[in-house]
């Protein structure tokens, strides 16, 4: 696969160690140009980079430009920008996108993740970890408004404990909790793969609880374009949603171990041996959905999450910012748009 490096991406990796291969990519199969703008680069989002390797974006036509936006709201900014042509990011962000009363506001199409794919990592080992065990310890939290935090909250308030009654420090840039914790700040990280393992790997920390265990199913993250993206160019759309389908196909039906062989040369900076572990713990917590159809349940949910969190204004229509046509023809096996009708 054939990379091009940015430079100001280059710097990112250098600085970032939480997550691995930051760099632009481009499967250069002379199909139709697309730049996809992820939040991050981490194992959690596997059924994507299976749809890469496996060579399903080239089959469907597409000719795929990975970047790392490395946040959800500078992935956004590139997608508002036309940097982008999607969007790969909690879909909070295109809750505020529409309330901030955006012409061309951002609308979900596929949702990939249905449960958090974060991890409370403890600095001592604690055989029988409950929540009430955070009292009076710092703890390095994700940004406000922002998923990771939001989902924590959430978990939080369902053990009967106020996040404001606790020591949760957010003024760590998104990636770098990692490198602050195991360089001896905080007593608790919530970290995603695969920083929790790299950290218990090296001593420094032991993984006490999933999040995603204890929220349960939560729309976590979602891929989503411009209205005005999606009602140009409706068979680019599905032919790319028909290509996530296939990778997250054979992440349900494969093995951590040969999940791990094939998503690989995503992760050079990470060993087989801790790829499978990682894919285990998401395997076992039924991580990705069998399709990628956004449900109204798993918005509403959204919603419910994100108004006790004090970040909601006002609710959000579902079926304005919610598109699941694309998702179920491709989970239908559809081969065409033909019947694919976006409102302008």
Same mark, same amino acid.
Request: hydrophobic share 35%; proline share 2%.
């Given at each position: 696969?054939?990379?091009?490096v940015l430079?100001?991406a280059?710097l990112f990796?250098?600085?970032?160690l939480?997550?691995?291969?930051c760099?632009?990519k481009?499967?250069?199969?002379?199909?139709?140009?697309?730049?996809?703008?992820e939040v991050a680069h981490?194992?959690?989002y596997?059924?994507?980079?299976?749809a890469?390797?496996?060579?399903?974006f080239?089959?469907?036509g597409i000719?795929?430009?990975l970047?790392?936006?490395?946040g959800?709201d500078k992935?956004?900014?590139?997608?508002?920008?036309?940097?982008a042509?999607?969007?790969f990011?909690?879909?909070?962000?295109?809750?505020?996108?529409?309330l901030?009363?955006?012409d061309?506001?951002?609308v979900?199409?596929?949702?990939l993740?249905?449960?958090a794919g974060?991890?409370?990592?403890?600095r001592?080992k604690?055989?029988?970890?409950?929540?009430?065990m955070l009292?009076?310890k710092?703890?390095?939290?994700?940004r406000?408004?922002?998923?990771p935090?939001?989902?924590?909250?959430?978990?939080?308030?369902?053990?009967?404990?106020?996040p404001?009654?606790?020591?949760?420090?957010?003024?760590?840039?998104?990636?770098?909790?990692?490198?602050a914790?195991?360089?001896?700040q905080?007593d608790?990280?919530?970290e995603? #793969?695969p $920083?929790? =393992? *790299?950290?218990?790997?090296?001593?420094k920390?032991y993984?006490?609880? %999933?999040?995603? +265990?204890?929220s349960g199913?939560?729309p976590?993250?979602a891929?989503?374009a411009?209205?005005?993206f999606?009602?140009?160019?409706p068979?680019t759309?599905?032919?790319?949603?028909k290509?996530l389908?296939?990778?997250m196909?054979y992440?349900n039906?494969?093995?951590?171990?040969?999940?791990a062989?094939?998503i690989?040369?995503q992760?050079?900076?990470?060993?087989?041996?801790?790829?499978?572990t990682?894919?285990?713990?998401y395997?076992?917590?039924?991580?990705?959905k069998?399709n990628?159809?956004?449900? #109204?349940? $798993?918005? =509403? *949910?959204l919603?419910n999450i994100l108004e006790?969190a004090?970040?909601l %204004?006002?609710r +959000?229509?579902?079926?304005?910012i919610?598109?699941?046509?694309?998702a179920t023809?491709?989970?239908n096996?559809?081969?065409?748009?033909e019947?694919?009708?976006i409102t302008?």
């Open positions: 696969m054939k990379k091009k430079s100001l280059a990796c250098l600085l970032l939480t997550f691995s291969g760099t632009n481009s499967s250069g199969t002379g199909g139709t140009p697309l730049v996809l703008n981490s194992v959690f596997a059924p994507q980079y299976v890469i390797e496996e060579g399903y080239a089959e469907e000719d795929l430009t970047v790392t936006g490395f959800a992935t956004m900014t590139a997608l508002l920008s036309g940097e042509d999607i969007g990011m909690g879909s909070e962000s295109s809750i505020y996108v529409y901030g009363d955006t061309d506001y951002v979900n199409f596929a949702q993740t249905q449960r974060n991890f409370l990592v403890s001592e604690l055989d029988h970890f409950s929540f009430d009292q009076e710092e703890i390095l939290g994700g406000k408004g922002g998923m935090q939001m989902v924590f909250e959430y978990i939080l308030k369902k053990n009967g404990i106020q404001e009654d606790l020591n949760i420090n957010q003024s760590i840039d998104f990636g770098s909790t990692a490198a914790f195991t360089g001896g905080g608790f990280t919530v995603f #793969e $920083s929790a =393992t *790299l950290i218990e790997q090296e001593g920390g993984v006490v609880a %999933s999040l995603g +265990v204890e199913y939560v976590y993250t891929y989503s411009k209205k005005s999606l009602s140009s160019n068979d759309v599905l032919a790319f949603t290509a389908q296939k990778g196909d992440v039906t494969h093995t951590a171990e040969e999940i062989k094939v690989a040369p992760f050079t900076d990470t060993d087989t041996d801790t790829l499978v990682i894919l285990n713990r395997l076992e917590q039924n991580t990705w069998e990628l159809i956004f449900e #109204e349940d $798993s918005f =509403t *949910l919603q006790e004090g970040e %204004s006002q +959000v229509p579902y079926e304005e919610v598109n699941t046509e694309f023809e491709a989970a096996g559809d081969t065409s748009a019947n694919t009708t302008p």
